[in-house]
């Protein structure tokens, strides 16, 4: 599929797993850092380590904890080529970051998440498999079933969270798409918008027209079922929505 | 001092150039759940130990101390959390404050608080509290140490560690993972 998209003239990223645990998931880590096809998304310390033995270029994604320019500088002497703000991170840290990265000369492109549900956990149960109580190991990929997670609910009725197998995520749709000019200012090279089961199609269709000033930032894509968010931005709860 | 327990990669690139005599431990929030990740702090910041996160199962453990270049410190006893520490950002989802931003999860300020007739569950823990898991941890301990390959746990031990904790439930976690 890779390849496929590669011929189509996508830029495409390998992106490695967040919470490695086995043998089995080092042996697969290791084979997408034994190639130079792709560029490699490295998210936990075990891919970093794996890309750095083998000369390989990387990214980091928005799991790695990169809260200061004295790791992206560590990073970067090393075959760091661009990488992910942190999702609970905001427009004040990211500013600051991009400048002192400026006055020391170096130009590494950064990515904000800018869509879609937040990954904002994860832990070694499968919360899927435990909701129809399977074992995790035979689990019988229920998750196909729920191609966008479980919606979890607090006793106040609010939509707080999706389960996703091991993962959680937000209730609230992340919606930066009117920070946009925000982030062309600040030089942010790369969005990123997470897919979902329906009208992703729409979603970047939508953001590409922002992107080209052909409609404003301020009128926003109609899509229903999760109400949007956008705290961290504004260093805020990240369930938050602020008004701009 | 004996060592500083750090989880950030720019304060262990701090503490390594600036304090190399200091001996430095990876903090279970470094997120080190691999032979592998544990060589990339090992290589780049020269820790001496590290705490493995509560996610992996004891046979995970096993594999992981097979082949680490440096020591491992296991969390035993108190609080477990269900996530992968180091990269979790439910608290600040909710609140704005995490571990990573404000070293504190869940903070005191987001909590609504209840009195109940058993009083306030205290977040923090009591010198008491401290005194006595280290008090049994330590006659466990020395008792293995003593007789090993006869180890079996006192029922008193027990007693007094369930009596310590949060509505008398504990549970060995991640470690036992029947669940899988």
């Known amino acids: 599929m890779a390849r496929d998209l590669k011929a189509c003239g996508k830029n495409v990223v390998l992106s490695t797993l967040t919470l490695i645990e086995s043998e089995a998931d080092l042996r697969r880590l290791r084979r997408f850092c034994e190639q130079d096809e792709f560029l490699v998304e490295a998210n936990d310390q075990s891919a970093l380590q794996v890309a750095i033995r083998n000369k390989i270029p990387f990214v980091t994604g928005p799991s790695m904890n990169i809260y200061n320019t004295a790791t992206l500088k560590i990073l970067t002497r090393q075959g760091l080529q661009g990488w992910n703000l942190p999702v609970e991170l905001g427009k004040e840290t990211l500013e600051q970051l991009i400048n002192e990265l400026k006055a020391e000369g170096l130009d590494l492109p950064a990515e904000v998440f800018s869509w879609g549900f937040l990954p904002l956990a994860w832990s070694s149960r499968c919360f899927t498999a435990r909701h129809y109580n399977l074992p995790k190991d035979n689990c019988e990929f229920r998750c196909l079933e729920h191609p966008d997670g479980m919606e979890l609910r607090s006793r106040e009725s609010q939509e707080l969270f999706r389960l996703n197998g091991i993962s959680t995520l937000s209730g609230s749709r992340c919606d930066l798409m009117r920070e946009l000019p925000d982030m062309e200012r600040m030089g942010v090279s790369t969005l990123r918008l997470s897919p979902e089961h329906q009208g992703m199609d729409e979603v970047v269709k939508r953001f590409d027209q922002v992107r080209r000033g052909e409609v404003p930032a301020t009128d926003p894509l109609q899509l229903v079922e999760a109400p949007p968010c956008n705290g961290y931005w504004y260093s805020r709860p990240g369930m938050d929505l602020v008004a701009s | 001092m004996d060592a500083i327990i750090l989880a950030d990669m720019g304060l262990l690139d701090y503490a390594a150039n600036k304090y190399p005599e200091t001996p ?78 404000r070293g504190a999860c869940s903070p ?73």
Request: overall charge positive; aromatic content about 8%.
């Open chain 2, 24 to 101: 430095r431990h990876l903090s279970v929030q470094g997120s080190a759940t691999s032979h592998e990740a544990l060589s990339f702090y090992k290589d780049n910041f020269d820790i001496r130990r590290a705490v493995l996160p509560r996610v992996l199962s004891i046979d995970q453990v096993r594999s992981v101390a097979k082949q680490s270049p440096v020591e491992l410190e296991v969390l035993a006893f108190g609080s477990l959390c269900i996530m992968a520490e180091g990269r979790c950002y439910l608290s600040s989802y909710l609140t704005d404050e995490s571990p990573n931003t």
């Open chain 2, 108 to 180: 005191a300020k987001a909590v609504r608080w209840q009195e109940t007739p058993q009083g306030l569950e205290s977040r923090q823990r009591s010198p008491a509290y401290i005194a006595d898991v280290a008090r049994t941890w330590r006659q466990a301990l020395d008792r293995l140490d003593a007789t090993p390959g006869m180890f079996s746990v006192e029922s008193q031990w027990n007693n007094t560690l369930a009596g310590l904790s949060e509505g008398g439930l504990t549970t060995i976690g991640a470690y036992h993972r029947k669940w899988k």
